[in-house]
């Protein structure tokens, strides 16, 4: 692995792990049972220990992002390229972000916060697919080699194929992004 995806991978799952200061913190202030899930009407309706919700999640969210980190970086090897695709480079993040949003808002309804989960989601969710469906068309076609599985046989349908999920990213965002009035 690369210095530059050695670094990239220690301080994503250090931010995976960041939360659980905050956790130990507030970690008197917080009931026994924590809400884990929650219906679309910003109710809990699974909950788990506190130990679990405080400590365990983070650090299989840790897990996860390394064991993903580590896959792309074996993928690219195999392929002998250096250069990452945009894309990925966004999405190395994803895990990260996601991690400390929802951990806060899994910290905050037990404190008694008014918390929009389903918003906050929606928001989270519309600005994701908005940036993957901007970079997807900008794509090269030798750069679409490294992460699309099957590769089309030309470049003009990997072209093809790449605006329209482009654009479908794009206006499922702006769906996720509409829909936060309703919800």
């Known amino acids: 692995m690369k ?4 670094k990239t991978l220690i301080l994503s799952v ?4 960041l939360p659980i200061l905050l956790g130990s913190i507030l970690y008197n202030k917080l009931p026994e049972q924590m809400p884990i899930h929650f219906t679309i009407n910003d109710v809990p309706d699974n909950y788990a220990h506190k130990n679990f919700a405080l400590f365990g999640i983070p650090v299989i969210a840790a897990i996860v992002q390394a064991i993903c980190l580590i896959a792309v970086n074996i993928r690219l090897n195999k392929l002998k390229t250096d250069e990452k695709p945009k894309i990925l480079k966004i999405m190395e993040w994803f895990i990260p972000v996601v991690t400390v949003l929802i951990y806060v808002i899994m910290i905050e309804v037990p404190l008694g916060s008014t ?3 389903g918003k906050s989601i929606c928001l ?3 600005i994701l697919f908005m940036i993957i469906g901007n970079y997807i068309p900008k794509m090269s076609y030798e750069m679409g080699k490294t992460i699309v599985h099957p590769m089309p046989k030309s470049e003009k349908s990997f ?3 790449s605006k329209i999920m482009g654009y479908s990213f794009i206006i499922m965002g702006i769906v996720l992004l509409i829909m936060i009035i309703w919800i």
């Open 3 to 6: 210095k530059k995806n050695r």
């Open 14 to 17: 250090i931010i995976c792990l």
């Open 159 to 161: 072209r093809k194929m």
């Open 124 to 126: 989270i969710l519309g």
């Open 115 to 117: 918390v929009y989960v």
